[in-house]
Structures are given as C-alpha cells and as structure tokens.
C-alpha cells in the first residue's frame, strides 16, 4: 500500500494523535487500521513525528461509517480498493451485505416469533404447577 503523503507543501499533515482526534477515533484504532493495512502508515522523519495527510480523516470515517453498517474489515478493504468509477463493483458488495442483513433480520424475526410464546406460555404457567416453559424449552435436547 503507498504511503499516504501531505497532498502538498502547505498541508502539514497531523500527527497521530490529532488525527484520531479529528476522525473521532483513539490512537491504537488507527495503529490497529495500519497494521491490517486499511491506512498506510507514513515514513517516521529522522527528526520528528510522522505526520499523515489531512485528507486521512475522510478514509477513517469512511472505515468507521462502513463498520457502522455491518461490513466487515475485508468488505471495507475491498470497498478501499476500488476506485470511483468502480460502481458496479460497490452496489455488488452493498447487495450481498443487504442479502446477509435480511437473512438476519428474518432470523431474528422467528427467534421474536419463539421468544413471544414462550412467554405466554410462561404467564400461564399458575404458581409452578407446570414446569417452567421457557427452561423446559431451553433444556429441551433438539436432535429428539
């Protein structure tokens, strides 16, 4: 991955720490990013801090707001990696990432389905004269 540098002379660029400051993330979120190669980490000069270019704050809130919305580290490098004109490409990862959050939402839909009868079950259950239908059901060996 290149080394992201000041986009020119007059843009200093941000030490670390500013930069987590600016993006509103902490210092080892971006040494964490670094590591896994989502930023590039800039050349330490002989004398001094390294600084990263301004325009770093964009990329880690693009990280940040991504990981928001449910994709994954890989699926954020890959979204990293294309280019703007790479459209087709992004909509077919968002696509896939829809298709896997629906799964979920269906998933968890069935699981608020069980969760309401039981429940109920559970109200009419009169002073423990019946066993208790959330742990029987929660108890109960699935593979019978």
């Given at each position: 991955?290149?080394?992201h540098?000041?986009?020119?002379?007059?843009?200093?660029?941000?030490?670390?720490?500013?930069?987590?400051?600016?993006?509103?993330v902490?210092?080892?979120?971006?040494?964490?990013?670094?590591?896994?190669?989502?930023?590039?980490?800039?050349?330490?000069?002989?004398?001094?801090?390294r600084?990263?270019?301004?325009?770093?704050?964009?990329?880690?809130?693009?990280?940040?707001?991504a990981?928001?919305?449910?994709f994954?580290?890989?699926?954020?490098?890959?979204?990293?990696?294309?280019?703007?004109?790479?459209?087709d490409?992004?909509?077919?990862?968002?696509?896939?990432?829809?298709?896997?959050?629906?799964?979920?939402i269906?998933?968890?839909?069935?699981?608020?389905?069980?969760?309401?009868?039981?429940?109920k079950?559970?109200?009419?259950?009169?002073?423990?004269?019946?066993?208790?239908?959330?742990?029987?059901?929660?108890?109960?060996?699935?593979?019978?």
């Open positions: 991955m290149k080394t540098r000041p986009i020119n002379d007059n843009d200093p660029g941000l030490t670390i720490g500013k930069l987590a400051k600016a993006a509103g902490n210092v080892e979120t971006i040494r964490y990013y670094q590591r896994i190669g989502l930023i590039a980490e800039p050349s330490k000069p002989a004398q001094g801090y600084t990263y270019p301004t325009d770093m704050v964009k990329r880690i809130r693009f990280i940040k707001r990981q928001e919305l449910g994954s580290l890989d699926e954020i490098t890959d979204l990293l990696s294309l280019n703007d004109r790479d459209c490409e992004a909509r077919h990862i968002a696509e896939h990432k829809q298709e896997i959050i629906q799964q979920r269906d998933d968890l839909s069935a699981m608020q389905r069980e969760l309401t009868k039981l429940i079950a559970c109200k009419k259950n009169i002073a423990g004269q019946e066993r208790c239908a959330i742990i029987a059901t929660l108890t109960k060996d699935r593979r019978q």
